[in-house]
């Protein structure tokens, strides 16, 4: 069997006459073909033209263009419209111009306007244009279905003493984009140059002499029947020649040595005659008027600044040079290298047209060897990918048919980053592959489970930490705990107790003497190992209790590696425990205590000769019975209160608290305490106090307060309940969130703050010291708070110790819009 480094060679001889050679350079092969045709339909096919012009015209908003000084350009701008009036104006005008013009000697004149019908003025016009060089426009018509163009040329008297004529025809691009021009353009039957050539012939045979002393370097076409088509030169500064008003010309405000020895180019710029076209820097410039264009194709032509395309072949060839060198890289790089190569290929191939385009002014478009790299890398990546993952499927299905200790997925995947491909997967082994999938399971675990828990070194540092333990520092407000001493990490709770023993030994009590708090926390101190081992239980900044405990972790050979801290939360289980203790402390004295009473009654009754129950015999025995069947009443109403079902009903909570004051009187009148009622400014009727409530349960939670009122209130006091709706602004307030409160203010003993927070606590008595011989559970309270909260209400209390207790009870106000409210609560 071949060894492993030959079967993964990345060498392709080593693969041939193998089949995985084969396969390889098949798809190498054939992914070199897949670029070529993208190269060659970008190039040849004309694929990618709207990208290639997308390119092209960044790259000339991106560079200024020189331009010569001796063209200027005279604009028929709005002002000139304006002050000379609606268009087309009079040919005398024009004549009026040229004359003004020709006092200055320029040493040309290009009037770009249309001149093809007659006018009683042809011959003033042609006298002006006769003064200076003058040349004219032609109008060169589209190619009818034989292909043949007519030709408009100037009157007869304009075009006899015209310098000069041209065609003015600017073809646009598939995007509506002039970018080019032709030199020549014509038919079969006759062939007409570009009015700027024209000017341009005219410069280099020397019959126009240029008052610049720039150097010229012009370059036309030989007129061979081609087109002579060249790209313009546009740049950011396009518009830059020296501009002048027709008006301001023909008014003499000009001086004559902005003109004289200059080329003039005559031109409407003004935004209502439409002689405008948009060009690559129409992003920044806006669309061009025609005069400008022209006198960058004449800047072009007199400065031999012409940019030429490359031939489609060229192109192609040129293109193919990235493409190799792409797929020479695939046979010797990583992915992550052949990402570089790609990404510094296609940059290579951006800087090569750029330097081309300004530099040798040729227009190489870099978009067919761009496309052929995009192309070409993600499909040759992917077949890697491919092969990849085949391998890994391989060796993970040897790996399966061996005893494994872990469960497995049904599919496994992997990614794997760095040098060759090939070479990561000669890495890959059985051993590997089952410690990944053992970190794997064993982080999952951990991070699974709800409490926190600390995994350290055999030095106490923290390595691990799963979820829970990371949300449990984060909400006590302390640093994480990965790389911390687990005896920092856990210095900030506080000693309990040890586990399950209200006190430690003789022996642990002496050793917990001699070490300080934190000391118990360090894992590698073994004279701790067996009471971590066992657990503490300890509590934090926010009073919730924990069983702290420590385990070993040990290697193959039983060797101490690390610890494990586990926190568990014990806060409920407490919180349960002091529940059962107080219900048994109930049922063994509160309630056990009246019955007692009453046997004991009962058996003094039995050992008398004559039986005779006396009065005050009678009502000790009615008080115990009643006192036992008040504690079980109020344990039946609690349960009700928590957990069945409440009859709602709309109800005047004023209504409820008239019968509630009703049903204390007695209590209230025998201590001579006043009840005061009192229920706002809502009606008669209280039509503002209107709630959805079980009636008997809203009832009695009013009754407790009340009667707690009575009982720890001083005789000739006064108790005042008041009832308040949602008030005359809540109209704006959506009806869910207005209240009617009820507040019940005693003028008793008051309750200290530090007791307030557990007043709505299960069997919580207040007042013992002062007034021992009331009695009670301690279950009214916790009812109040039980009903208030399921009717969606909240109840807050204010006292103070001698200051007298106010309850006020907070409602939703009874919806009457909608019928079924009162279901709706349920």
């Known amino acids: 069997m071949p060894t492993s480094s030959t079967r993964l060679s990345l060498d392709p001889r080593a693969r041939l006459g193998r089949r995985a050679g084969r396969r390889f350079l098949i798809e190498w092969t054939a992914i070199g073909c897949l670029g070529l045709a993208v190269i060659l339909f970008s190039a040849l096919g004309r694929l990618s033209a709207s990208v290639d012009h997308l390119v092209y015209d960044r790259f000339l908003s991106l560079k200024t263009q020189p331009l010569r000084p001796d063209i200027v350009v005279i604009e028929i701008d709005n002002a000139s419209v304006v ?5 087309p104006w009079p040919r005398s005008v024009h004549a009026r111009l040229l004359e003004q013009l020709a006092s200055a000697k320029p040493a040309a004149v290009i009037y770009d306007v249309l001149f093809t019908e007659a006018n009683a003025d042809d011959a003033e016009l042609a006298r002006a244009v006769a003064l200076s060089p003058t040349y004219l426009p032609v109008l060169l ?7 043949r163009r007519v030709v408009v040329e100037p009157v007869t008297p304009l075009a006899q003493v015209a310098a000069g004529l041209g065609h003015i025809n600017f073809e646009v691009d598939s995007d509506g984009i002039v970018r080019s021009v032709a030199q020549f353009e014509g038919d079969a039957d006759s062939r007409w140059p570009q009015l700027m050539v024209r000017v341009a012939q005219a410069v280099e045979r020397g019959a126009l ?14 007129d061979d029947g081609g087109e002579g088509r060249f790209l313009i030169p546009f740049g950011p500064n396009t518009e830059n020649f020296t501009r002048l008003s027709f008006a301001s010309v023909l008014d003499g405000n000009v001086p004559v040595d902005q003109l004289r020895g200059r080329i003039v180019l005559i031109g409407v710029t003004a935004s209502g005659l439409y002689d405008r076209f948009a060009t690559p820097v129409s992003g920044d410039l806006g669309p061009l008027p025609g005069v400008y264009i022209h006198a960058n194709v004449l800047n072009t032509l007199l400065s031999g600044r012409e940019i030429e395309p490359a031939e489609p072949w060229v192109l192609f060839v040129v293109s193919l040079v990235p493409l190799a060198v ?29 330097a081309l385009l300004y530099g040798a002014r040729l227009w190489m478009s870099p978009v067919p060897a761009m496309l052929g790299l995009v192309v070409v890398y993600p499909i040759w990546n992917w077949r890697r990918l491919e092969m990849t993952m085949a391998y890994l499927r391989r060796e993970l299905q040897r790996v399966a048919d061996e005893p494994h200790l872990l469960p497995e997925a049904p599919q496994r995947r992997r990614e794997f980053g760095g040098d060759v491909l090939e070479q990561q997967m000669a890495l890959m082994a059985q051993a590997a592959q089952r410690v990944q999938d053992m970190k794997r399971f064993v982080w999952d675990s951990l991070d699974s489970m709800p409490e926190p828990i600390l995994v350290s070194d055999v030095r ?23 790389g911390r001493l687990m005896k920092d990490v856990l210095g900030g709770l506080t000693l309990v107790k040890t586990i399950d023993r209200g006190a430690p030994s003789d022996a642990e009590h002496n050793l917990l003497a001699h070490a300080q708090w934190p000391a118990l926390l360090d894992p590698a101190r073994g004279e701790f190992a067996a009471l971590m081992a066992q657990g503490v239980e300890v509590r934090d900044a926010g009073e919730r209790d924990y069983l702290l405990r420590y385990a070993t972790c040990t290697n193959a050979q039983g060797e101490t590696t690390g610890w494990i801290a586990g926190l568990v939360d014990v806060s409920a289980l407490h919180a349960a425990e002091r529940q059962r203790e107080d219900a048994l402390r109930l049922l063994s004295h509160d309630m056990r205590s009246p019955q007692a009473s009453i046997l004991a009654l009962v058996e003094i009754e039995r050992t008398r000769s004559e039986p005779a129950l006396a009065q005050g015999l009678l009502e000790r025995i009615a008080r115990y019975a009643q006192r036992a069947l008040t504690l079980a009443d109020d344990f039946v109403q609690l349960a009700r209160a928590e957990s069945q079902a409440y009859a709602l009903e709309p109800i005047n909570l004023a209504e409820l608290i008239i019968d509630a004051s ?16 009192d229920t706002g400014d809502s009606g008669a009727d209280g039509d503002g106090h209107w709630i959805c409530a079980d009636r008997s349960l809203m009832t009695r939670a009013l009754v407790n307060i009340l009667n707690n009122a009575v009982k720890y209130s001083p005789p000739d006091t006064q108790i005042v309940c008041s009832v308040t709706g949602p008030g005359p602004g809540s109209a704006a307030v959506p009806v869910a969130a207005r209240r009617v409160t009820c507040t019940i203010r005693d003028q008793g003993y008051g309750i200290p703050k530090e007791q307030q927070a557990a007043l709505f606590e299960r069997f919580r008595r207040f007042h013992t010291t002062e007034r021992p011989e009331v009695g009670g559970a301690g279950l009214g309270m916790a009812f109040v708070k039980t ?4 009717h969606g209400g909240d109840v807050d209390v204010i006292s103070a110790p001698g200051e007298g207790t106010a309850f006020t009870i907070h409602l939703p106000v009874f919806d009457d819009t909608q019928p079924d409210a009162a279901e709706r609560l349920h």
């Open 209 to 222: 002499r240029l008052g610049s002393a720039q150097a010229t370097a012009v370059r036309i076409a030989a």
């Open 460 to 482: 106490g540092v923290v390595l691990l930490s799963n979820h829970a333990a990371k949300a449990h520092f984060a909400r006590v407000g302390a640093p994480l705990p990965d």
């Open 83 to 87: 002050q000379l009036g609606r268009w």
């Open 787 to 790: 009903v208030v909260t399921r």
């Open 141 to 147: 018509t589209s190619p009818d279905g034989t292909g």
């Open 662 to 677: 009703d049903e204390v009187w007695p209590q209230a009148h025998a201590k001579r305490i006043t009840l005061q009622t």
């Open 326 to 354: 792409l797929l020479a890289g695939f046979l010797v790089l990583s992915p992550r290298r052949s990402l570089l190569l790609t990404a510094g290929l296609g940059l290579l191939a951006m800087a090569g047209s750029a």
